[in-house]
């Protein structure tokens, strides 16, 4: 049993050990470390490139009205053509994902989930 510090000075909380992985344990280790930082590699990239591509499509319908109501054909506009195309980068931006996801971070999480099955 462990003993954890409580607010109070008069004494102290103990805590069960219930069989529950040290979450703060796993967090420092150099492997879930590794695991976020691959992450965040594809996530800051992917997201910085889609709200550019979203605010430039809000600057274009601002300030360039001219542009965006130009005709392709009858009834489509540039303007309709660029905010569909923004469904479109949303589901790439997914299976992308989804693909990097089942291929660089579920064998890591498995390895990791591992690890700590093995200490418990």
Not at 40 to 54: D, E, G, I, R, S
Not at 87 to 116: C, G, H, S, W
């Amino acid at each position: 049993m462990k003993t954890m510090p409580s607010f109070s000075r008069d004494h102290d909380f103990t805590e069960v050990d219930d069989g529950a992985p040290d979450f703060s344990a796993i967090a420092r280790s150099p492997e879930f470390v590794r695991l976020r930082r691959r992450i965040l590699w594809f996530v800051m990239p992917a997201t910085l490139l889609f709200l550019v591509w979203y605010l430039s499509y809000v600057l274009l319908a601002a300030y360039a009205p001219e542009f965006m109501s130009q005709r392709v054909s009858d009834n489509i506009t540039v303007g309709l053509l660029l905010g569909l195309s923004q469904f479109v980068t949303t589901v790439v931006i997914m299976l992308v994902y989804v693909r990097f996801a089942k291929r660089r971070i579920d064998p890591q999480t498995e390895q990791l989930r591992n690890r700590v099955d093995a200490v418990q």
